[in-house]
Structure formats: C-alpha cells, structure tokens
C-alpha cells in the first residue's frame, strides 16, 4: 500500500461508456474484488488494492452527508445510485454513477457490498457537482461530526424543497431532467 494519501492534480480522468468499474468489499468496505477498469482507472495495482479500504479512492470534495446516506441505505440492505467523484492513486478525478447494492448469504444475512459504476453524463455531473459543493461548504464552515449533521440536514432540506427524494434526484440527472 502506497504510504500517503494523493492529493488532487485538478486532473479529470475518464473511462469508455461501454465499460463498468465493479468492486466488491466486505461489511467493512474493504476490498475483496476489483475489476481492470477499476484497477486502471485509479491507477492501483491489484495487490495494493484488495484488503484496503473502499474509500482509498475517496475524493476530498466528496460530501460525507452523501456517504451517510448510501451506508444507512445499504445497511437496512438496500440498493443506492449515486454521483461519486473518486481520486485516483495519482491524483486524477474520476466521477461516476454508482450503483450499490448489499450483497446477501443463503439465509438473508448481508455478507458484503457490491458496486457497478458507469460513466456519467457531464450535465449530471455538473449539476451534482453543484449540490456536493454545497454540502461540503456547510461541512466545512461547521466542522468536525457538527459539520457532517448539518451538511446531512441541509441536504435533506435540499431535496424536501425539490419534492424529492434522493433517488429521485438521481433519477432526474440520469435522465437529465434537472438543473442544478
């Protein structure tokens, strides 16, 4: 495993429309699986790369209200879509949709996560861009587990003035029904 966090270069990487990034990890979000569009794109070696924690590729203007939500939503074993923007090893940003989803035993019991990701449409990201930007302001002006309350509250009054949930919200910019 590399010895410190990259910071962001302001580099935008991209990935082909026919390809998915697929991962998979353990209750604990550490990864068990990594496909080569995954490996390639965030430019970590398989070996780096399984065992470590999911959020190696975390992007620091991610909003942690977003990561609140899709851990509530996949602990109560739901499914989530999501707008992610990812740091790759080197630096460079990706973004994608997500799609994530609990992944179940013989019994019914969550065992691990599953995630498939897609390239996003750039009006999509353009508008979720504006929105995480938002949260991560009030993040950022309240700090520490404040900061994470109030960004999660002026989402949720974000999207109770759209009339909408979350998944809504996505299901709009991914049929790039909606503005920022």
């Given at each position: 495993m590399r010895e410190t966090a990259p910071r962001p270069?302001?580099?935008?990487?991209?990935?082909?429309?026919?390809?998915?990034?697929?991962?998979?990890?353990?209750l604990k979000g550490r990864l068990t699986y990594a496909n080569d569009v995954f490996l390639r794109i965030s430019v970590f070696s398989e070996d780096e790369a399984i065992g470590q924690p999911h959020n190696i590729?975390?992007?620091?203007?991610m909003p942690k209200a977003?990561?609140?939500?899709?851990?509530?939503?996949?602990?109560?074993?739901?499914?989530?879509?999501?707008?992610?923007?990812n740091l790759a090893s080197d630096g460079a940003a990706y973004w994608v949709l997500a799609h994530v989803t609990p992944s179940?035993?013989?019994?019914?019991?969550?065992?691990?996560?599953?995630s498939s990701r897609?390239?996003?449409d750039p009006a999509a990201v353009k508008a979720a861009a504006?929105?995480?930007?938002?949260?991560?302001?009030?993040?950022?002006?309240?700090?520490?587990?404040?900061?994470?309350?109030?960004?999660?509250?002026?989402?949720?009054?974000?999207?109770?003035?759209?009339?909408?949930?979350y998944d809504q919200y996505v299901w709009e910019l991914t049929n790039e029904r909606?503005?920022?």
């Open positions: 270069t302001g580099e935008v990487r991209t990935f082909a429309a026919q390809e998915l990034i697929v991962t998979k990890t353990d590729i975390r992007h620091p203007d977003i990561f609140k939500l899709l851990w509530e939503t996949l602990t109560a074993g739901q499914e989530i879509f999501a707008y992610v923007v179940f035993d013989a019994r019914g019991r969550i065992v691990g996560y599953h897609r390239l996003p504006a929105l995480y930007q938002r949260l991560r302001a009030e993040e950022q002006r309240v700090g520490g587990q404040a900061g994470l309350n109030a960004s999660w509250q002026l989402l949720q009054d974000l999207l109770a003035e759209r009339g909408q949930t909606v503005s920022a």
